[in-house]
């Protein structure tokens, strides 16, 4: 089985630039997720899609960041303009079914973000 | 509202050693408890999660971790360390009301000696 994959790996951009992530989830999977990871930090929550419906965006800084999820599969994270502050390793999640608590979320290996 | 704390940043242990990660967390409803592993340049891979079942959960790898709910603790241990689980790991907790949204400790970063 395919994990969720991310692309780019990595991305360096100068600040009030434009950029944009790419995650592919599991096949199959009705909820994705992304998360922001500060160097030295947890990962923070940015936004949680089921299907193509968010659930919860509420730490999404909205001024600058966003997200679609088209068709319920693919899904992209823009950021515009970019600030120092953003750099980070943004990560995408999948999960399979919602509506079980305590369902595992499956990670993909991230996009590092470096924004000079 | 439900939070981590990961006590250390930083742990080093040889090879051999019992390892010993401590998790503490805050929730107002019974929660569900996830600690999971991350090397360099990967994404996180669950180790083992609790879910209100028994309250000493085993996972992959060696690890296991116990949920003591008077303590409001879910420390992870190893009883001998390999070189292999030199990694960060991170302990998470998500509540019923919040559905399957996490919220992640700091992590602490584990360091084995040969």
């Known amino acids: 089985e395919a994990g969720v994959a991310q692309s780019p790996r990595y991305k360096i951009i100068e600040k009030r630039q434009s950029v944009a992530f790419w995650c592919n989830p599991i096949s199959g999977h009705a909820t994705l997720y992304w998360y922001q990871q500060i160097l030295g930090q947890g990962p923070k929550l940015l936004i949680q899609f089921q299907n193509n419906g968010v659930v919860d965006d509420s730490q999404l800084p909205k001024d600058r960041f966003s997200a679609e999820r088209l068709k319920g599969v693919d899904s992209t994270l823009k950021i515009q303009p970019a600030k120092l502050e953003d750099s980070a390793v943004y990560l995408c999640?999948?999960?399979?079914?919602?509506?079980?608590?305590?369902?595992?979320?499956?990670f993909g290996p991230g996009t590092r973000l470096t924004v000079t | 509202a439900q939070s981590v704390t990961q006590l250390g940043s930083h742990v080093s242990v040889s090879e051999g050693a019992l390892v010993l990660l401590r998790c503490n967390y805050s929730s107002s409803v019974p929660p569900y408890l996830f600690w999971y592993v991350q090397y360099p340049n990967q994404g996180l891979q669950l180790l083992l999660k609790y879910t209100s079942a028994a309250t000493l959960v085993k996972g992959i790898n060696g690890f296991e971790a116990e949920f003591k709910k008077s303590e409001t603790s879910f420390h992870l241990t190893k009883p001998s360390a390999h070189m292999s689980d030199a990694a960060e790991y991170f302990c998470a907790v998500s509540e019923g009301s919040s559905g399957s949204r996490l919220t992640f400790g700091e992590g602490t970063q584990l360091t084995v000696n040969p």
């Open positions: 999640a999948s999960s399979l079914d919602p509506g079980t608590l305590g369902d595992e979320q499956y």
